[in-house]
């Protein structure tokens, strides 16, 4: 930049600096879509103040470190709000807009106001590409670290929910167990006789169960009959009269015998509909009935005193 057009920017600084940095300040405002009403004027034209001091210190004496200085501080409040990088690059050129509208205004002479817009070009693209490379390295640092922190807090919700969940499966698995335990009881009502009531619903792993508290019953108390209430049952088909046989076929192997009470007309009619083969399974309508059966069978008879 030559004498004359430093002395220009001399005097300008001298006389209407105030103006450039208002120029600067409003026309970054009005073109920054990240600005605007959202971030308070004054904080933008403090800003714009620092543009105009540095690259005016570059102008006039060479010293380019004040831009840099200015360049690490605005990349680095920028990039951990994620400004918009376009208006981090109108900012430093806003020193450029602001004197363009001083010198149209002020009619000063055109060589040296050329040279003068000319400098302050060369001055302000330089910033501009070492800001745009510092602001990216900046941004992709917050980037990454917002990443992880991120991840880190998917990783502790995950690891919260995954032990909800395990509490709750472990809650309903031991309620299913006591479920069980309380409506598959194995009742011994005279020597050599259980009564094993189902209720609710049968599902195979259900059955499973019943199963092995009836076998398990029976070698405990020796019993040589099982009588299987089927009263409190909710649903009667194919896949019950599966596991029954599976019962009745479980308990004959270790010596005993199993009756089947508790068989209501719509049960009859729903086992008889999908044509199941009870076999040799002695049946009967009533817990009393059965229990008559069995007694006489272990060659005990009840009789009423008095």
């Not at 745009?132 to 991120?150: C, F, Q, S």
Request: hydrophobic share 45%.
């Amino acid at each position: 930049m030559d004498d004359a057009s430093r002395g220009l920017l001399s005097a300008l600084l001298e006389r209407n600096r105030a103006e450039i940095v208002d120029r600067g300040t409003d026309w970054v405002r009005a073109q920054a879509i990240d600005l605007g009403s959202r971030r308070p004027r004054e904080e933008t034209r403090k800003l714009v103040e620092r543009v105009v001091t540095s690259q005016a210190a570059a102008l006039l004496t060479g010293d380019e470190g004040p831009i840099d200085e200015f360049i690490e501080l605005v990349t680095s409040l920028r990039s951990s709000s994620e400004f918009h990088v376009s208006t981090l690059l109108r900012g430093l050129l806003s020193f450029r807009r602001g004197l363009e509208d001083v010198l149209r205004s002020a009619n000063a002479e055109l060589g040296a106001s050329l040279e003068l817009l000319s400098s302050v070009d060369r001055v302000a693209h330089g910033a501009i590409f070492r800001a745009a490379d510092v602001y990216n390295e900046k941004l992709n640092g917050t980037i990454l670290r917002r990443r992880a922190e991120l991840e880190r807090d998917l990783a502790r919700v995950t690891a919260a929910k995954e032990q909800e969940l395990d509490e709750k499966v472990r809650t309903i698995d031991a309620q299913r167990e006591l479920l069980n335990a309380l409506s598959s009881p194995v009742i011994r009502i005279w020597e050599g006789i259980l009564v094993a009531p189902l209720i609710g619903e049968i599902d195979p792993e259900r059955a499973a169960a019943v199963r092995e508290q009836v076998l398990d019953a029976v070698m405990k108390t020796r019993a040589r009959a099982v009588l299987v209430d089927i009263t409190g049952l909710t649903v009667t088909d194919e896949n019950l009269a599966s596991e029954i046989m599976r019962l009745v076929k479980s308990v004959r192997l270790i010596g005993a015998e199993t009756l089947l009470v508790g068989i209501s007309p719509e049960g009859a009619r729903a086992l008889a509909a999908i044509r199941v083969n009870l076999g040799d399974v002695r049946s009967f309508a009533t817990l009393h009935d059965g229990l008559r059966a069995a007694f006489q069978s272990a060659g005990l008879k009840v009789v009423q005193r008095g």
